[in-house]
């Protein structure tokens, strides 16, 4: 069965303390691995598509990675604003839908 | 340029009522995905449509739950009979073409069920 495992579950970090979070995945032939961020009471906001092994794409402060079976979002210098859950999510081969790990809850703190 | 419309925001329904879910895709975009968030859940596939075709709906339980994407018209995620379990934020979310570059989701609808 399709998997997405995200960690950690929850983040609290200060300003401008960086870290990482980890997307692993089991996904038959995937064709994309997505990453999103949703804010409370609202809906996921697109960030980044990783296609292949090695590729990265960087959108201000944050960095996506993928590897064969696991993406990091790389968060450099956050700010109080970058707080919100991370969503990772994996396209299956040969169809449309994403699988989506449970999410990850970052706090950053002034 | 608005994006992905849902409607209502919030939704109550009593046991056994029946609830319908709007949404209007962004202009230009032709497919249309459900998606269903539980609490402390992640997001689950429901189903996917074209215009006036269902393309997958191996995420839509096999009772009381149905989809369309009408020629006109936003799309309607209908639940009849609803039952306690099935409260949860209903998001739609929309893409071009295929959902290969990521879709454009809404803000969701908040079914509560008492």
């Known amino acids: 069965e399709d998997q997405v495992t995200q960690s950690p579950e929850a983040l609290r970090l200060q300003e401008g303390e960086s870290s990482s979070l980890n997307c692993s995945y089991t996904?038959?032939?995937?064709?994309?691995l997505f990453w999103y961020r949703q804010d409370p009471g609202k809906g996921p906001e697109f960030l980044f598509t990783l296609y292949s092994a090695g590729e990265e794409k960087e959108k201000e402060r944050l960095k996506a990675t993928l590897t064969k079976k696991e993406s990091f979002l790389h968060i450099t210098a956050p700010k109080p604003e970058d707080s919100a859950t991370y969503l990772c999510?994996?396209?299956?081969?040969?169809?449309?839908?994403?699988?989506f790990g449970k999410g990850m809850k970052l706090t950053v703190n002034p | 340029n608005a994006g992905v419309m849902q409607n209502p925001r919030h939704l109550v329904r009593r046991r056994g009522q029946e609830a319908r879910l709007r949404c209007s895709p962004m202009k230009g975009h032709s497919h249309v995905y459900w998606y269903r968030q539980l609490p402390e859940e992640g997001l689950k596939f429901m189903v996917y449509?074209?215009?006036?075709?269902?393309?997958?709906e191996s995420g839509m339980p096999k009772e009381r739950f149905s989809a369309e994407f009408p020629k006109e018209g936003p799309s309607i995620l209908r639940i009849q009979q609803v039952v306690r379990g099935d409260s949860a934020a209903y998001f739609c979310?929309?893409?071009?073409?295929?959902?290969?570059?990521?879709?454009?989701f809404g803000s969701g609808t908040r079914l509560t069920v008492v």
């Open positions: 996904v038959s032939g995937l064709r994309g």
């Open positions: 999510a994996a396209g299956e081969g040969g169809s449309e839908k994403l699988v």
């Open positions: 449509l074209q215009k006036e075709n269902i393309i997958d």
């Open positions: 979310a929309s893409s071009p073409v295929d959902g290969r570059r990521g879709y454009t």
